[in-house]
C-alpha cells in the first residue's frame, strides 16, 4: 500500500488505558468512520500471541475502510498479520534492514527528532517521518519536546510526507498552521474522550484547516 500526503491528515495511535464499555476494535470503527486516515496499533505490555491476535482484529477494520494500518515497532507481529507496515523509532533496526524483511510494498515510517535523523531516514527509503513531541503530552512523559521552528525546518528539508505528534489536541493544534505538516497523529485526544467520535471529527477539521493543499 502507498502513503501519500492524504492519508496522512489525521493519524490515530491506539492505546487501550481508555477502553470503558468499547472494545480497542470498535473504538478504531468509530474514529475511522468519523475521519482518521491512518491506524497504527502500539502496544508495549503484551505478549506476541496476544498483540498477533489483537492486530487482526484491528487489521479486519482497516480493510474494510481501506484505511493504512502499520504496527509501532514489532516487525515480526507486522508480518504475521500482513499489515500494511511498520513505525519504528531511532533506537529500532534501520529502514533498509526493514525493507529487507517486509518488501518493497509496505510502509514504513520513523520517528525523527532532528533534520538529520529525517534526512537520513528519508535516504533510507522510509515513507514517512513522525516528528515530535510538539507539545507535553502524558502519553509518552520521558518525551523530548522539539520546537515547531526545527519541525518546520525538517517539512522543508525532506519530500516525503511529515506528521506532527505529541501533545496534540483540539486546544493546540492551530498552532500547527503553516508548518509544511502533512497531518497531525494523535492518541490521548481521541482515545481519551467519552465520545470518540466527535472528538475525531473535530479533530479531522481542525486537521483539515492547518494542512496546505
Given at each position: 500500500m502507498n502513503v501519500d500526503r492524504k492519508s496522512m491528515l489525521l493519524y490515530a495511535i491506539t492505546d487501550r488505558t481508555w477502553l470503558g464499555t468499547h472494545s480497542l476494535k470498535e473504538q478504531v470503527e468509530q474514529t475511522i468512520q468519523a475521519g482518521a486516515?491512518?491506524?497504527?496499533l502500539r502496544e508495549k505490555n503484551i505478549s506476541n500471541e496476544e498483540f498477533v491476535k489483537l492486530a487482526k482484529e484491528i487489521k479486519e477494520v482497516t480493510?474494510?475502510?481501506k484505511i493504512p494500518f502499520v504496527i509501532n515497532d514489532n516487525i515480526r507481529v507486522a508480518q504475521i498479520v500482513d499489515a500494511d507496515g511498520v513505525h519504528i523509532g531511532q533506537e529500532d533496526m534501520n529502514v533498509k534492514e526493514v525493507r529487507k524483511i517486509l518488501g518493497e510494498d509496505k510502509i514504513i515510517g520513523?520517528?525523527?527528532q532532528t533534520v538529520e535523523q529525517a534526512i537520513q531516514?528519508?535516504?533510507?527509503?522510509a515513507d514517512y517521518i513522525g516528528t515530535g513531541a510538539v507539545?507535553?503530552?502524558?502519553?509518552k512523559k520521558d518525551a523530548d519536546i522539539i520546537s515547531l521552528d526545527i519541525l518546520k525546518k525538517i517539512c522543508q528539508r525532506v519530500s516525503i510526507p511529515v506528521v506532527a505528534i505529541g501533545g496534540i489536541n483540539e486546544s493546540n493544534v492551530m498552532k500547527l498552521?503553516?508548518?509544511?505538516?502533512?497531518?497531525?497523529?494523535?492518541?490521548s485526544a481521541i482515545f481519551s474522550k467519552p465520545d470518540i467520535y466527535s472528538a475525531t471529527k473535530n479533530l479531522r477539521m481542525l486537521s483539515e484547516q492547518i494542512v496546505e493543499e
Open positions: 486516515t491512518f491506524v497504527q480493510d474494510v475502510y520513523v520517528s525523527a531516514a528519508q535516504q533510507e527509503g507539545f507535553p503530552t502524558s502519553t498552521k503553516d508548518i509544511g505538516i502533512s497531518g497531525i497523529s494523535v492518541i
